[in-house]
């Protein structure tokens, strides 16, 4: 396995996915665009969520973006492995992080994730919850109906696409518990926030956001 990895790396060499220069490791950033990241310190809240609070790793910015876009769209496994580590850390180094009974991913739709062939978020939580020692709910919330992209909507059109797009599954689970849930990206808040009205009308205490970037 390591010839055959070493014999690619000859024929195509690795290249820092900001920058592309070359790297010398499986790593996916160079040194200089790694130590360029610094983990966003701002809290998220609102009148306007149900979620109690929301953390974003890390500011939408030109070294977080194509990592985003490959991890989800391009299943790159290693970075999930890397962004997962990098969540792991700011948690693990934040002293008054709340306290977390369960991890869940903001869920795909089955159609959706028959097509892409894996969910994002789950990669990324199953990260979290292994460094982090929470345990992983991973089918708990489900996706109803299939949603269009809200890449190109603006808020109103946000939240109306995915108002009463989850459901819950075996609610007994979470009532009275923290729950930490992951998403790539904070936008608008709109999905995070259509998923924390179920929970929170299943008897969940406290709704934590955690996603990698904020836009």
């Not at 008054?96 to 028959?114: A, G, N, S």
């Not at 020692?133 to 919330?141: A, G």
Request: include cysteine; aromatic fraction near 8%.
């Amino acid at each position: 396995m390591m010839f055959f990895q070493t014999l690619l790396d000859l024929i195509f060499p690795r290249s820092c996915l900001n920058c592309h220069s070359r790297l010398d490791s499986s790593k996916i950033l160079c040194e200089k665009c790694h130590t360029e990241l610094e983990f966003n310190q701002e809290i998220i809240q609102s009148d306007e969520h149900i979620f109690d609070c929301a953390y974003a790793v890390y500011d939408f910015n030109e070294i977080i973006q194509p990592l985003i876009h490959e991890l989800k769209y391009n299943e790159m496994r290693n970075i999930a492995k890397f962004l997962g580590k990098q969540a792991s850390k700011f948690i693990l180094e934040n002293p008054t992080f709340p306290k977390i009974d369960y991890i869940i991913p903001v869920p795909l739709h089955k159609v959706k994730k028959r097509s892409r062939g894996f969910n994002q978020a789950e990669l990324l939580t199953k990260e979290i919850s292994r460094n982090c020692n929470f345990t992983h709910l991973p089918k708990v919330m489900l996706r109803n109906r299939f949603t269009t992209t809200q890449t190109q909507l603006g808020r109103i059109e946000r939240h109306k696409n995915v108002s009463a797009a989850f459901d819950l599954r075996k609610a007994k689970i979470i009532q009275g518990k923290n729950i930490l849930l992951i998403d790539d990206v904070f936008t608008t808040g709109a999905t995070v926030n259509s998923i924390s009205n179920v929970l929170k009308s299943n008897g969940v205490s406290r709704i934590i956001v955690l996603t990698i970037a904020r836009a």
